[in-house]
């Protein structure tokens, strides 16, 4: 090959001095980073991914690691990157895929957006002393209530209410399904929604046994490919969720290869051991807006009207009409996945330059259905890319009703986000099969984790109202003067109908 | 037998088919709907063995998510009838609109005549004994059997010179079988779609299918009991495997 290799992306080193020889590196190590010959631990740092799995079981941390330990020649065009994909199209001539979420350095709103807090003229709140209402209701709210009088005299309420989710905290973990992630990673999230009392998606994976207990806290997904779908899945949930497309990579279907649909991946989706499982780009019973008030009527006549309905789209460049049309084909909530949202598996010009920012999304659509006053027809759920309890409060603020985290909870169970997601080989027995990696993640310790991490937002949510003098989720939620903008242009500043910060 | 008939004229679908799963929780084998005109949704989401002849042209979506019913429609059906179907059968004295059969994963679909664009889509098995079958007997439109994963989409063609003449069969199929009347012209075939000999042993594997589709209409099997068909399968199990790879 006139090529040659190109650079290892990382370079891995053993404090000789550290090193006390137990080799739990090279137990850990999916990859094969790392070998023993003789009495001495081998290395080789081509295999590294820098998934950190060996860093954090190494009980002396001797292990180091550098990314992109030889350098190029620096060049503002020819990064290392664009030099180096081109080298692997002209070995392959094929799509290149990655895993993870967007990877380019764009600038990121949530942190051009600066929230707002109490001084002198109205105080704010302290949580510790004053109840803060979280709670929030997925789904259609009547536009006003009508009562009647009973013969009794009591005041009954007359106005038929569609159903909704309801949630203890705004904050509900996204669709990742069981075929790109493991049961116990499953598992350990569903255990703590239920334990918050917020929900979690299924993916498009079908819903396998064992979540069965936590089917109430359960939102199943009916994707292109109608994977695991049967009346029985669709009567599990507590919601349906249609996706139409995927922030990672809008407007395309997914792959999931034959190697990761093992026996139970097999049984849960409904098809058959060691078969790709291919997710059409549309869903071929969807051609029009038309068509999705079809599917979506059908879910629910299929479950009686007793369930929400979400449609989950990505953010692309005419979201905002696109969301109007979901809030009139009785669709109970849109969610609109940014396109930093993340994936197993996506094309990497598609994960790196297609759709647009949640945060510019979820104002945008926002303020449409405001204007057309279909707002309470629909509510807002706002994913991809979401860090922390600040990017939730400008979410909120922006117009969300809750958000849907991903990469977060993954992180909480242990993911580095090194984006080998689609290898099969995940250390953290997260977004594998393979039984031996799979059983390094405990369910009921990833419960823990996972629900902390909801539990520490919802605390940091709680002050951050408080400091702001808002003691109720409905008073954040579109709520746009409480947000500055800082170093963003005019175009943007009008798009979020925020105002630069000092005015 | 227990016998319930409904009149549908001018109904909405969802009190329709809160009476048809009334009826079949109160017991009935047989629904029998009357004036039936553009219902959607009927037979969504309904489990049991109750048969359900229903009187008229359907809407869209005819026995989605079905899980054992049969239906039997006197009139042609709208579109995707037997959508993401479990189990049960449906039987269309007439012709059907597009998507039929899409993503179905058991159970069978039997239409007379002629159905429109996509039929059998996304088609897809995942145990040998609920394999899904689509029999169609007339032609269909183009990218029949799309995606298709599993089961079996069945053409015969009945009356007409060609089974098929539109484009795009089987494109992008990477499990189960399409099998056609007579021969296939190579430029009907989509990508991913390969042509097969139809044997002796394929004849013995669908006669019960074409016996079962020719007793729904009254055909005489005979006719169709030969090695005169055209088998197109994916001509891999993995379509994508090389389009992709890793950064």
Known sequence: MTLGSVP????????????????????NCSYGVYRREGDKILIESRKCTACLRCVSMCPRDAINITEKPVDYRSHPVWTREAREDIINQARSGKIILSGMGNARDLPIIYDHLLLDACQVTNPSIDPLREPMELRTYIGKKPSKLKFKKTESGDVELDTKLAPNLKLNTPIMIGHMSFGAISLNSQLSMAKAVKEIGTFMGTGEGGLHKKLYPYQDNMIVQVASGRFGVNIDYLERGAAIEIKIGQGAKPGIGGHLPGEKVNEEVSKTRM???????????????????????????????????????????????????????IARSSA????????????????????????????AAVASVDQKLREQGVRNEISIIASGGIRNSADLAKSIALGADAVYIGTAALISLGCRVCG???????????????????????????????????????????????????????????????????????????????????? | MKTVRIDAKGMHYTP??????????????????DNVLGQRFIGDGLRGNVRIIINGVPGGDLGMFMSGPTCIVNGNAEHAPGNTMDSGMLVIHGS????????????????KNNIGYRG??????????????????????????????????????IGKEKAMTDRGIGSGIHGGEIIIRGEVDDYLLGLGAKKFKFTEADLERIAPIIKTFCEQFGYDPAEFLDTNYTRIGPASSRPFASKYVWE
Request: aromatic share 6%; proline share 5%; glycine share 10%.
């Open chain 1, 271 to 325: 098809i058959p051991l060691g078969s790709d499982a291919i997710s059409p780009a549309p869903h071929h019973d969807i051609y029009s807006i038309e068509d999705l008030v079809q599917l979506i009527r059908s879910l629910k006549e299929a479950t009686e009207w007793k369930k929400p309905v979400f449609v989950k789209i990505a953010a692309v460049h005419n979201v905002a009409p696109i969301a109007a049309g």
């Open chain 1, 332 to 359: 109970d909530a849109v969610v609109i996945d940014g396109f930093r949202g993340g994936t197993g598996a996506a094309p990497k010009v598609f994960r790196d330059h297609v759709g647009i920012p949640i945060e």
């Open chain 1, 420 to 503: 080998n997601c689609y290898r099969n080989l995940c250390p953290w027995g997260i977004a594998t099969q393979r039984p031996d990696l799979v059983s390094r993640l405990d369910p009921e310790a990833g419960a823990v984790q996972v629900s902390n991490l909801i539990r520490g937002w919802t605390l940091e949510l709680s002050e951050l109202m408080g400091a702001a003098g808002i003691n109720s989720i409905e008073s954040l939620r579109g709520n746009r003067d409480r947000l500055r903008g800082y170093m963003l242009d005019e175009g943007m500043l009008k798009i979020l109908d925020v105002l630069p910060a000092g005015a």
């Open chain 2, 16 to 33: 329709l088919n809160q009476k048809i799963r009334a009826a079949v929780a109160d017991g009935a084998e047989e629904i029998i709907l």
């Open chain 2, 96 to 111: 059907a609109g597009d998507a039929v059969a899409h993503s179905m994963r058991g159970g069978k679909v039997f239409v």
């Open chain 1, 8 to 27: 290892p992306k990382f370079k891995v080193s053993i404090d000789r001095d550290q090193c006390m020889d137990c080799g739990r590196c090279i137990e």
């Open chain 2, 120 to 157: 059998g889509i996304h088609m897809k098995q995942y145990e040998v004994e609920v394999r899904p079958v689509l029999v169609v007997g007339g032609t269909a439109h183009s990218f029949l059997g799309e995606y298709m994963a599993g089961g079996l989409v069945l053409v015969l063609g």
